[in-house]
């Protein structure tokens, strides 16, 4: 059964110092912060029968995962220590333990000591600079596959930090750092990504927060090149001049232009050196297909894209069950769907937000003002 798409998602506002922060959104998110070890010991089960279908080994306990998260927290107290403060901030303002907090902003890297995939996620993205918009505007999104029990932990969280750029972005409760955008003109967008190499490193969620700490491009690409990522994945970037892609592995980086001004991206590698050592497509061949789909699509309406086109293209069925707008079916081993679709206008500060498959219903609308 799908999850049901008729809550709105509420926003979440935080500000001040690090602790502080942590404690707003902490107490605002408490029911959703408790809610997620246990969702996320059932996906990681999923992904595991995913992986190997044969497979009938134990499901990792909650504890389990939260001594996992544990193992990573010096490299993350190394990366982020502002960012550590504000996850003890959450745990307190949550009622929760520190490793509870920790474990929802590390995620499926614990699955790393199983030899699990990177991610159960699939989504597909985009990025459109001025010259391919009816307003000569930027814009980003995607469509967020997760295992549909996600959905009902999906938050917008508006950050007002002591220093820096103001940040919006759609997460889950108690997740510091997913997609969105900042007031500098800065946004981003994910994809998930698999290779075989899968080592023990940075879980990417520090980093992702930090790249809405950017005020350009450049600065995120030398963000993400001092990350030392033990896992796969794909961004799709945009700032006040540009839009570009960059898929990144724990060994390499590689940075792809926009094709006239339009980027579209799946789940599989793109780059040439890269894609030698994709494992994606054999598993999941729609990555494909959205791909080429959204990109065809978006190519043939470039100088008409705004967010109104791309929130009709996000609903794109072609290629069912696998399409665009993801449904969960019923029996599916692994229940991927389309849990939230989002679109932001970054020079205005305005991300449209659909809880659930954007075929569904209108967007929120939430703004930095």
């Known amino acids: ?9 509420a926003l979440i506002d935080i500000e001040g110092p690090p602790v502080a922060r942590g404690e707003q959104f902490g107490r605002a ?3 959703q912060i408790k809610a997620y070890p246990e969702i996320l010991r059932r996906t990681i089960a999923h992904e595991s029968r995913l992986r190997n279908p044969e497979a009938r080994a134990p499901s990792p ?3 389990d995962l939260v001594d996992r998260a544990l193992r990573f927290l010096p490299k993350l107290e190394g990366y982020a220590p502002e960012q550590m403060e504000e996850i003890r901030g959450i745990a307190t303002g949550a009622g929760v333990p520190f490793g509870h907090a920790l474990l929802i902003n590390v995620r499926s890297e614990v699955g790393i000591f199983d030899g699990l995939p990177a991610d159960g996620e699939g989504c597909t993205s985009f990025a459109v600079d001025r010259s391919a918009t009816h307003d000569g505007t930027m814009l980003i999104g995607q469509n967020q596959d997760q295992a549909g029990v996600m959905e009902d932990l ?10 820096g750029p103001r940040m919006l972005m759609a997460t889950f409760g108690g997740l510091m750092g997913y997609p969105g955008i900042n007031d500098a003109g800065v946004g981003f967008m994910q994809n998930s990504l698999t290779n075989s190499v ?9 980093m992702k927060r930090r790249l809405l700490e950017q005020r350009s491009i450049e600065d995120c690409l030398a963000v993400m090149k001092a990350s030392p990522v033990g896992s796969c994945g794909n961004y799709v970037l945009v700032d006040r001049n540009r839009a570009v892609d960059v898929e990144l592995t724990p060994d390499s980086m590689a940075v792809l232009a926009s094709k006239e001004g339009v980027v579209a991206h799946a789940n599989h590698f793109t780059d040439p050196e890269l894609k030698k050592d994709d494992r994606r497509p054999s598993e999941w061949v729609d990555t494909l297909l959205r791909h080429s789909g959204l990109e065809t699509m978006m190519q043939e309406r470039r100088g008409m894209l705004s967010a109104g086109t791309m929130k009709e293209l996000l609903s794109d069925h072609d290629g069912h069950p696998g399409s665009i707008c993801r449904h969960h079916q019923p029996g599916q081993l692994a229940p991927v769907k389309t849990i939230y679709s989002v679109i932001c206008e ?4 305005r991300m449209h937000l659909r809880l659930g498959n954007p075929c569904q219903g209108p967007y929120q609308v939430f703004e930095f003002d």
Do not use: K, N, Q
């Open 1 to 9: 059964m799908e999850i049901s798409s008729s809550r709105s998602v």
């Open 29 to 31: 998110c408490r029911d």
């Open 61 to 63: 306990s909650v504890e």
């Open 154 to 163: 999906v938050v917008v969280l508006r950050v007002t930090p002591e220093h």
């Open 198 to 206: 899968w080592r023990f490193g940075l879980p990417h969620y520090p």
């Open 346 to 349: 970054p020079d205005a500060g």
